[in-house]
């Protein structure tokens, strides 16, 4: 199951609004975006905000199911976020895992730290989710994906006018990256599963080792690492790889871990005669006078 909701927040600083007022705002006309004079006391809202709830849906990825979006924006603060839930264990961990990494997202998006101080619109913005199946901790490609999310007025706490029916298409929506050819640190890494998590993304294919390097440290073999990877800071250990399992695994992806062998083989391959071994592979211009 995964979650996605789309919020805007005025990041405009505050002393800049109180010395500079804006003098536009927008407005959705035959469903399109046009600008206006602000005129008395009227709301203000941003192009991205009419966008939003203007002509077509605006939600990336695009739900498959019926979506309605109400024309009316509210303000709130990630302050006023509050989680209720019938899950218990083990799912209510990863829920709880789940929803801190919204917050998460939501802080990230926010230029003036200071926004917390505003006025908004409600006083609670109360998240209710509701699991069908608290034990499926791990995705597989049988697993259902599929959510709805209705968002509707309790007096003062929460937003109206929004509902979403939303079901994967495709069970498998994967991406490569190879870290054989070309390095990359944990951090950047982290990165590309944040980036899949928002396009909904669920299987990182990490093609770790090829013939240029192998970068993957195996304690049972450490040569493999040892004379394969770029540079002795270029590496993947153990613990480095199940945290960033983990990581992926909190943010609805799984990771499937390409090692090349016995094909594609080659640095990394190279210390058997040192070790008083045979060598482990043949040189590729010997395979290919065998194949001619």
Not at 73 to 82: D, E, I
Not at 95 to 109: P, R, T
């Amino acid at each position: 199951m995964y979650i996605h909701y789309q919020a805007q927040i005025n990041t405009l600083p505050i002393c800049y609004r109180k010395s500079h007022p804006p003098q536009w705002t927008w407005e959705c006309i035959n469903q399109r975006c046009e600008r206006r004079h602000i005129k008395g006391g009227s709301a203000l809202v941003s192009l991205a905000t009419c966008s939003m709830l203007c002509g077509s849906t605006q939600l990336w990825p695009q739900p498959t199911g019926p979506v309605t979006l109400g024309s009316r924006a509210v303000t709130f603060n990630h302050h006023q976020f509050q989680l209720e839930s019938n899950a218990y264990a083990p799912a209510k961990f990863l829920l709880e895992k789940a929803f801190a990494n919204f917050n998460d997202n939501v802080i990230s998006l926010v230029e003036n730290k200071d926004y917390v101080r505003e006025k908004t619109d409600i006083h609670k913005f109360l998240i209710s989710v509701t699991i069908l199946q608290s034990g499926v901790v791990r995705l597989k490609l049988n697993t259902d994906e599929g959510y709805s999310i209705i968002v509707k007025t309790h007096g003062n706490k929460v937003l109206k006018g929004a509902t979403v029916e939303d079901n994967p298409v495709f069970p498998y929506r994967g991406l490569m990256v190879d870290t054989s050819r070309n390095f990359m640190s944990m951090e950047s890494l982290k990165k590309v599963l944040v980036g899949m998590s928002a396009s909904k993304l669920n299987v990182f294919h990490w093609h770790i080792t090829d013939s240029q390097s192998f970068p993957l440290v195996v304690p049972s073999v450490p040569q493999l690492a040892i004379t394969g990877a770029y540079g002795s800071g270029m590496i993947y250990s153990p613990e480095e790889v199940k945290a960033l399992v983990e990581f992926a695994r909190l943010r609805g992806i799984r990771v499937v871990l390409e090692v090349d062998t016995p094909a594609h083989a080659g640095n990394g391959w190279t210390w058997g005669p040192q070790e008083g071994k045979t060598k482990l592979i043949k040189d590729k211009y010997v395979l290919k006078q065998n194949n001619t």
